[in-house]
């Protein structure tokens, strides 16, 4: 009978695999390029496995992993472009309360799940926010191009934040859902 492959080694070796692949392309990528790399995989990574180790509820998960993956694409863009015309761009650092947001909702809400669709939610609006005042105070690139950057990264990550509250809220509905189904003693 085969064995089952272990998750967690799968994702660690999935992010090894990721560390390894800029090499192996022939990217010119700096030693601290992989030192950055390594340390926000290893953020993401380490968030995923508290997300699996808060709740067996697949919503919740599953709710966990977008949000760190949106965390993750948001600093890894503006690290590596900028969301707001380029990466030496100062503005960018907004995006940083976007993260805050997220990150302190969550321990406020003690990662319960409806906590965690409330900071979810949040963080999608300061998403926006942010990206309507870094437009309006000229922050972006000039003309259409600022506009296009904007509108479809602000689009982009708003939605990824708004899936992960929509998941944290469904794990949420089927906990109260236990809790109301179980019979009391």
Same mark, same amino acid.
Request: glycine share 12%; aromatic share 10%.
């Given at each position: 009978?085969?064995?089952?492959?272990?998750?967690?080694?799968?994702?660690?070796?999935?992010?090894?695999?990721?560390?390894?692949?800029?090499?192996? *392309?022939?990217?010119?990528?700096?030693?601290?390029?992989?030192?950055?790399?390594?340390?926000?995989?290893?953020?993401?990574?380490?968030?995923?496995?508290?997300?699996?180790?808060?709740?067996?509820?697949?919503?919740?998960?599953?709710?966990?992993?977008?949000?760190?993956?949106?965390?993750?694409?948001?600093?890894?863009?503006?690290?590596?472009?900028?969301?707001?015309?380029?990466?030496?761009?100062?503005?960018?650092?907004?995006?940083?309360?976007?993260?805050?947001?997220?990150?302190?909702?969550?321990?406020?809400?003690?990662?319960?799940?409806?906590?965690?669709?409330?900071?979810?939610?949040?963080?999608?609006?300061?998403?926006?926010?942010?990206?309507?005042?870094?437009?309006?105070?000229?922050?972006?690139?000039?003309?259409?191009?600022? *506009?296009?950057?904007?509108?479809?990264?602000?689009?982009?990550?708003?939605?990824?934040?708004?899936?992960?509250?929509?998941?944290?809220?469904?794990?949420?509905?089927?906990?109260?859902?236990?809790?109301?189904?179980?019979?009391?003693?």
């Amino acid at each position: 009978m085969p064995r089952s492959i272990n998750p967690h080694l799968l994702g660690w070796g999935g992010v090894l695999l990721s560390l390894a692949l800029p090499a192996l *392309l022939g990217a010119p990528w700096t030693l601290s390029d992989y030192g950055f790399a390594g340390l926000l995989f290893a953020l993401a990574g380490g968030a995923v496995e508290l997300g699996l180790l808060a709740s067996s509820n697949i919503a919740y998960r599953l709710g966990t992993m977008v949000a760190v993956v949106t965390a993750f694409l948001l600093i890894w863009v503006n690290a590596a472009v900028g969301f707001l015309g380029n990466e030496a761009n100062p503005a960018n650092a907004v995006f940083g309360i976007v993260l805050l947001v997220a990150l302190g909702g969550a321990v406020l809400a003690r990662f319960a799940a409806h906590g965690m669709a409330l900071a979810m939610t949040a963080a999608a609006i300061a998403q926006a926010l942010a990206g309507v005042v870094g437009w309006n105070l000229g922050w972006a690139s000039p003309g259409e191009a600022g *506009l296009y950057e904007v509108a479809l990264g602000t689009g982009i990550f708003c939605t990824l934040w708004a899936i992960s509250a929509a998941l944290f809220a469904r794990a949420a509905r089927q906990s109260a859902q236990r809790r109301t189904a179980s019979p009391s003693i």
